[in-house]
């Protein structure tokens, strides 16, 4: 693989915490950055942040030129920026996004894209609690893992252009089907963001003072549910099908612990398990 | 209050991460320690770490002259060690544990200990991932919260004492009855320890290769589940009825989501009360 990203013009459409990192990490490779926001305000800051990039409130004239165009929005947002991008897309231009849930993502994109240019998608897991792009930074992505998730529909060559410029940014890559995806993210992402507002709930609601006493183990475990409820709500709910497996999965879990609990056995070898696999993960 | 610990003889019982730290941050801070340890070799380990300290296997040896007693092993060997030491014991000694669980443990202690000392439990919320005494360091509890709790036969004088001496290390002073503070910890450390594990377990089971995609966010949320499997079966099951009470509580949380999703409603106000609940803790 050799990443050229410098050959590239890339628009970023949604100036958010990862679009607005994306552009400024584009911009510290010399690569030519424009940025489409919504709001005056976004680009007014993104002038601020990232002044060698171009940015504007006009979609037109953000992916005039560009070959790679990169959809930083909400889900659902996508299929309509992508019906008004359709007329200035350049030829030949690869299309992607940096969604956290695929399969509906590529299900509604793909048809919209047709052959006037290349749509994959991709998703790299960087972000964090905290949103907005005063939050963005050029190294968010550095050492991230990026799935990128092309479909039987995908062109081999711009599976290859979008895996190159993930990695360009420092990504470590994988390839994954989209519904293996989200299958995937349910499990690692969505049901531990599920998780951590639960376990809020289940305190606050039984002794909201108890909280007075959450100590660094309370803090790291619910440090997910300080994500935008929007965000989080549309990712639970598009990944609907594979969120209700991952639930079914952590409640077998609890039940197991429950009804060990109540016949007094161990849960050593439960608790082992656990502390082994977590182990062999990176800290 | 006025924290005096420079009149204090120390011994801490049981060189792990807690007792280790308590020596090393008493050291610090001139007052006298004594520290019995069951092997040899973190004895030896402790005159490295902790040279002012006087360390030894002989439990009569570590205790004499001590006014304040500190038991950091294991809950399981409190009453055991207690009634050992109970000879040795200066007149009007205080003595107290760093249990993570207190009912049992005040339940089991007080009448070993009757009137020929004063016992008060106490829980210094400090400790991490991390076990044993190459951990240790003094600074562990500064700031971190620490549980007193008195039972109706506790000496009031040795309360103030237990509680003088932990706000004199930097802790932050809270007090409970026993029993409540086992139904707040059981809500607010021990149910996410076991939603910690139950989380690597669910993705382990359905998805291994999962892991590999692991983010931020579920190293985070699953961090504790790294910490010694022994103590956490023993401190889950010591807390069996107020964790019977959490496991349904977090449950219950779960129920409502998942009925929520296959209804198609928002979890917006779910997830945007457990965001701004978590956002009034300290990060």
Chains 1, 2 share one sequence.
Do not use: Y
């Amino acid at each position: 693989m050799n990443p050229r990203p410098e050959s590239d013009t890339v628009a970023v459409l949604g100036p958010g915490l990862l679009g607005g990192s994306l552009a400024m990490a584009l911009a510290d490779r010399s690569v030519k950055v424009r940025i489409w926001g919504r709001r005056t305000s976004v680009v007014e800051e993104l002038d601020r942040r990232c002044p060698k990039a171009f940015a504007s409130t006009d979609l037109a004239a953000a992916v005039s030129g560009a070959n790679v165009v990169v959809l930083c929005t909400p889900i659902g947002a996508m299929a309509e920026i992508t019906s008004r991008i359709l007329p200035h897309l350049k030829d030949g231009a690869v299309v992607t996004d940096v969604g956290s849930v695929k399969a509906p993502v590529v299900t509604r994109l793909e048809p919209i894209i047709g052959s006037a240019a290349h749509f994959v998608g991709s998703h790299p897991m960087a972000g964090g609690d905290q949103a907005g792009i005063e939050h963005a930074r050029a190294d968010l992505f550095r050492d991230a893992a990026c799935i990128v998730t092309p479909s039987p529909r995908s062109n081999p060559a711009a599976v290859q252009r979008v895996t190159t410029f993930w990695a360009s940014l420092g990504c470590r890559l994988f390839q994954l089907a989209p519904d293996a995806h989200d299958r995937a993210m349910a499990l690692v992402s969505h049901l531990p963001h599920l998780a951590a507002a639960a376990l809020v709930h289940a305190a606050a609601r039984a002794d909201a003072a108890a909280l007075d006493l959450a100590g660094p183990g309370f803090r790291d475990s619910t440090r997910i549910a300080m994500g935008s409820a929007e965000m989080w709500d549309e990712i639970l709910r598009e990944n609907g099908t594979a969120m209700t497996d991952a639930i079914r999965a952590l409640r077998s879990e609890l039940d197991a612990v429950q009804s060990a609990l109540s016949r007094g056995e161990s849960l050593t070898a439960f608790l082992a398990d656990a502390r082994a696999t977590r182990l062999r993960l990176r800290r």
